[in-house]
Structures are given as C-alpha cells and as structure tokens.
C-alpha cells in the first residue's frame, strides 16, 4: 500500500524558504490518473490546500500562495518536493503530502495522507 | 473565488444519526470528498465523489450531494467517531476545503 513521509527543517527563519520533501513508497508517482500536493494546517485550524502537481509537470496552486509556492519531482527518487519563499509566521503550520486521485470531471480528492511536518518559523 | 461552509460543531448522542452539511454555490454541480480528522492524526478519506466510501470505512458513513449542500451522515454514531469532519471540493483547478465540523458524541 501507498505510503509518503514528508521530511524536512522543523524550523525556518522568517524570510528564508521553507523546503519540504515527500518520500512516496509502494507506489510509482509516474502513472496517470494521480497527482501529489501538498496541504497544510496551522495550529489548531482548518485545511488549506498549497497546489498539486503531476508526473509530467502540470502545476496547480492555491490561487492565494502562488506568488510563493513551487512544486517539483523526482520521479526516480520517488519525490515530491516543496518550497515556499519569503515565509512568516503565518506559514507555521502542520505539512501533508497526499496523493490525489484524478476522477472525472470535477473529481479530485486526497488519499493517503502523509503523518505531516510542523514547521514552525520563528527567528 | 468558490467556498464551501461547515458548521463549527455537531453534537450527537451514541448509536444516533449525525449529520452534517457542506454548502457551497451549486455544491451539487460538483464532486464532494470528505475526511476525518481524529485528534493528533492526519486526515483519512471517509467519503468520495459525493457518495462512494474508500474500503475499510464502514457502511455507517454515507453522503449525499444536491442543489448548493453536500451532507456526510453518520449512522448509529460511534464514540470513536468523534472527529473533525472536513468537506472539499474541486472548482476551476482550484481545492477547496471547508472549515471543519467538531462532531462530538455526547
């Protein structure tokens, strides 16, 4: 069965790039019909969707983050990376990675789910 | 840009029906998913594409989705199912996630 582990610093600097990585196992992240995002919480509060990407490429980003957000892979690596620049305390927060199923139409939903990351930014 | 809304709490009496609503601007144009949220635990799929459950959850969750609310119902309510309970939803290449419902069984 799938499984993903995020990994990463649990604490950024203000101003500085937080950079997460998604190990995915048991699964290939190259076939069609998936995705891979990533989704955050902040402490004690609801889900906020970040972007998800395809194995070719095809990025998409939450409308209010994109000015800061890139996704990117290693296919061969089976990895499923995320930055985002210029970070404040308002990015501290819980980090999932999921894999997205593609359904038709206006299908997209989240399954596994990663254990997540807190990463807390602070000076 | 598209929203879906949740109630912040449900509460509900051991071996009960809960139910709880997402709405949103023709909700039921679209693909409703839901997840549950047991404290200190990432979120696990429960229902999708409105009414399909993923194997392994119970026949006791169900959902449905029509005209602008999608509902997760639960029946003969579990203390184990307490939880936060999140919608989401799929418009213009944009994820949207409700704000959570704390469903708790009293």
């Known amino acids: 069965q799938v499984q993903l582990q995020e990994s990463g610093p649990g604490l950024v600097k203000p101003s500085q790039t937080l950079s997460l990585t998604c190990t995915v196992s048991?699964?290939?992240?190259?076939?069609?019909?998936?995705?891979w995002s990533w989704i955050r919480q902040h402490p004690g509060g609801g889900l906020e969707w970040i972007g998800y990407?395809?194995?070719?490429?095809?990025?998409y980003y939450n409308p209010s983050l994109q000015s800061r957000v890139t996704l990117s892979l290693d296919t061969s690596m089976k990895q499923v990376f995320l930055k985002l620049k210029s970070v404040t305390a308002a990015d501290t927060a819980v980090y999932y990675c999921?894999?997205?199923?593609?359904?038709?139409?206006?299908?997209?939903?989240?399954?596994?789910w990663g254990r997540g990351i807190l990463v807390t930014v602070s000076s | 840009s598209f929203q879906v809304t949740q109630p912040p709490s449900v509460s509900v009496s051991p071996g009960q029906t809960a139910s709880i609503a997402c709405s949103g601007h023709?909700?039921?144009?679209?693909?409703v998913s839901w997840y549950q949220q047991r404290p200190g635990q990432s979120p696990v799929l429960v229902i999708y594409?409105?009414?399909k459950r993923p194997s392994g959850i119970p026949e006791r969750f169900s959902g449905s989705n029509s005209g602008n609310t999608a509902t997760l119902t639960i029946s003969g309510t579990q203390p184990f199912d307490e939880a936060d309970y999140y919608c989401?939803?799929?418009?213009?290449?944009?994820?949207?996630f409700g704000g959570g419902t704390t469903l708790t069984v009293l």
């Open positions: 023709k909700l039921g144009d679209k693909f």
């Open positions: 989401q939803a799929w418009d213009n290449r944009v994820v949207v």
């Open positions: 990407m395809s194995h070719s490429g095809n990025t």
């Open positions: 048991g699964d290939s992240i190259s076939n069609y019909g998936y995705y």
């Open positions: 594409e409105d009414k």
């Open positions: 999921a894999k997205v199923w593609v359904g038709p139409t206006s299908s997209r939903y989240f399954d596994p």
